[in-house]
Nanobody, 132 residues
Framework: QVQLVESGGGSVQSGGSLRLSCVVT????????MAWFRQAPGKEREGVAA??????????IVADSMKGRFSVSGDYTKNTLYLQMNSLKPEDTAMYYC???????????????????????WGQGTQVTVSS
């Protein structure tokens, strides 16, 4: 059973930084389609960033509203997915989740995040709270 465990959340002031980690166990880090999502109270879960590997190269994408502030990366040696968040804003307050799914036979991984329902594995989430 694949397990995802997030950490790194916390409370920061506006303009601060956090780095979230997602450790993957019993999965195929580097082959699976990985993504970060977030969900604020009363809102739907939304895609933040995605990371996958195509033709031996890492591909990553960050949501437009977070480009320039957030970045996604992975460490093969530690089976860990990261989300570096800089210049945090109060509207970034949410529970952050990492998600994974095996690549699709038809196209592998898409190079961006899939719909929430497409992900087979989820972490428990880590809370990020940004105060003004």
């Amino acid at each position: 059973q694949v397990q995802l465990v997030e950490s790194g959340g916390g409370s920061v002031q506006s303009g601060g930084s956090l780095r979230l980690s997602c450790v993957v166990t019993r999965g195929s880090f580097g082959r699976d389609c990985m993504a970060w999502f977030r969900q604020a109270p009363g809102k739907e879960r939304e895609g933040v960033a995605a990371l996958d590997y195509y033709d031996g190269r890492a591909r990553n994408i960050v949501a437009d509203s977070m480009k320039g502030r957030f970045s996604v990366s992975g460490d093969y040696t530690k089976n860990t997915l990261y989300l570096q968040m800089n210049s945090l804003k109060p509207e970034d307050t949410a529970m952050y989740y990492c998600a994974a799914v095996e690549p699709k036979e038809e196209y592998g991984c898409p190079g961006y995040w899939l719909p929430v329902s497409e992900y087979k594995y989820w972490g428990q989430g880590t809370q990020v709270t940004v105060s003004s």
